[in-house]
């Protein structure tokens, strides 16, 4: 099993750049999710799906967009960036339900300038 | 609304010493509770969890933590710190489909 994993590794925006980051998992989990890490600020979730078709808004979604065609894939798409977005990425998938640990990737970090 | 604080943004100890790190929820109601290391330039790897049952819980390299309901802590000890444990630590929540992470502990050994 790859686990989870994500491209790309690093990424440079200019402003105003759009662009996705892709996010894939091969263990069957019903649980996606996206989270940002800040120094000093932990992860903060942006957007998690519970399943194929099913995304909903974590505590930071504002400039962001996720969908889920499929239960492998599950890509963060950026609109229009920003320096507020610069910042290391995580994707994690897990089984559904509270117990159940989340399986983290290697992280994207993106730089906007 | 669900909240971890983690006391102690760096922890330094001596290489052999004991390590503790501090992890406090909110909730009226007891969570899951995880702790996951993060080595760097790496993703988050799970260390160890609670969900139910025994409330000292061991996880991998040594580590382990201990439920308590009455003080709502989940600290995470190591009996003797080894130059391989220097990392950033995170304790996190789980209710529902959400994750909540403390804002984390950057531990540094010393030899």
């Known amino acids: 099993n790859a686990g989870v994993t994500q491209t790309p590794k690093f990424q440079v925006l200019k402003t105003g750049q759009s662009m996705t980051l892709q996010c894939a998992q091969d263990m069957n989990h019903e649980y996606m999710s996206w989270y940002r890490q800040d120094p000093g600020m932990g992860l903060r979730l942006i957007h998690y799906s519970v399943g194929a078709g099913i995304t909903d808004q974590g505590e930071v979604p504002n400039g962001y967009n996720v969908s889920r065609s499929t239960t492998e894939d599950f890509p963060l798409r950026l609109l229009s960036a920003a320096p507020s977005q610069t910042s290391v990425y995580f994707c994690?998938?897990?089984?559904?339900?509270?117990?159940?640990?989340?399986?983290f990737g290697p992280g994207t970090r993106l730089t906007v300038t | 609304a669900q909240s971890v604080t983690q006391l102690g943004s760096h922890v330094s100890v001596s290489e052999g010493a004991l390590v503790l790190l501090r992890c406090n929820y909110s909730s009226s109601v007891p969570p899951y509770l995880f702790w996951y290391v993060q080595y760097p330039n790496q993703g988050l790897q799970l260390l160890l969890k609670y969900t139910t049952g025994a409330t000292l819980v061991k996880g991998i390299n040594g580590f382990e933590a201990e439920f308590k309901k009455s003080e709502t802590s989940f600290h995470l000890t190591k009996p003797s710190a080894h130059m391989s444990d220097a990392a950033e630590y995170f304790c996190a929540v789980s209710r529902g489909n959400q994750f909540y992470f403390g804002t984390g502990t950057s531990l540094t050994v010393i030899p």
């Open positions: 994690a998938s897990s089984y559904l339900g509270s117990s159940y640990e989340q399986y």
